[in-house]
């Protein structure tokens, strides 16, 4: 109680600064790191040793709420600040089940999807943090669908990026799982060579799957389009499957389609 109350008197009295920061955020009581933690992000502060200690704290801090107000801190930092420490809290397997800190996390990075799509894809050229449970169960399929629910050149390349950079086949169909969905409405006008190019490669490498037969249809990939004509014709396609599917058709509004659902 002592140390709080002496916490809130400096800051009261504005004597908050970085220096007293690198202290109190290695203090003994957890109120005093998450209150550190947040003044830092409210003032969007942060020093070479301030990064060092937060990322220190991101590895080791063993307080659920402690990380929880890093994590939501980390939207108000640079990305050249905040990735390093969103990298270290992603490998905190504990916080998979959390109730709050996953979309902490997707809330920090989301916010640096558009103006810093670059170090979005260098933070995951990092294959081994595509494996921990927090991208898996929480972030692939978003970021996915936030780089293709916004049709910009800028994100669609760095939707072909990513794809580019996932390990592994299932990562790969999360992606496209997420950017499926990212597409839905008005056809993709122009999509950039590189994405095109990616999902050629899933489109020869992968099951023709009525979600990658839908993204490959909505990026005009030969031979989509007749895969998905075939499979609404198809008895044994699921009724969700096929009316997903009719949707699709109907948006992209082809002839053949056209003469499907008429």
Known sequence: QFARECFWAINHCGGFNPRLAEYTLTHSHPFIRHWTIRLLGADHTMTPILRAKLIALAKNEPNAEVRSCLAASCKRWTAKDSFPILAALIRRDEDANDKHIPLLLWWAIENKAVSDGAQVAKLLADKSLWQTPMM???????????????????????????????????????????????????????????????????????????????????????????????????????????????????????????????
């Open 136 to 262: 898996q169960s929480h972030l692939v399929k978003r970021l996915g669908q936030r780089f293709t629910a916004e049709r910009t050149a800028a994100n669609l390349k760095t939707a072909a990026k990513l794809l580019a950079l996932a390990p592994t086949d299932a990562d790969r169909d999360q992606l496209v799982t997420g950017m499926e969905e990212g597409l839905r409405g008005n056809a993709v006008q122009n999509p950039p060579k590189a994405l095109l190019a990616e999902t050629a490669k899933l489109w020869e490498s992968r099951p023709h799957t009525p979600t990658l037969i839908s993204l490959a249809t909505r990026l005009g990939l030969p031979g989509a389009m007749d895969e998905a004509i075939a499979l609404v014709k198809n008895p044994k396609t699921s009724a969700s499957e096929r009316r997903a599917l009719t949707k699709l058709l109907s948006e992209r509004r082809s002839g053949d389609a056209l003469k499907l659902l008429l």
